[in-house]
């Protein structure tokens, strides 16, 4: 979850859709609402589909 929120801040970080201190609200965002465990290769993969949608409707809403 941290590294897909990540990969998303950074990415709308550098395409200027994101501010500097908005790559630490999404990420924190992302974790609080979609950390859990992940024990299969399957729940890892979901995770990092799932918080790649979350963070970028999270800049999308944030930006409009």
């Known amino acids: 979850v941290l590294n897909a929120a990540n990969e998303v801040a950074v990415a709308r970080f550098l ?3 994101l501010s500097f201190t908005g790559i ?3 990420i924190e965002a992302a974790v609080a609402k ?3 465990p992940g024990d299969t290769l399957d729940a890892l993969r979901a ?3 799932a918080t790649r ?3 970028e409707e999270h800049v999308r809403v944030a930006t409009h």
């Open 15 to 17: 395409s200027e859709d």
């Open 47 to 49: 995770a990092d589909e």
């Open 24 to 26: 630490s609200t999404l």
């Open 53 to 55: 949608r979350f963070a």
């Open 34 to 36: 979609l950390a859990g």
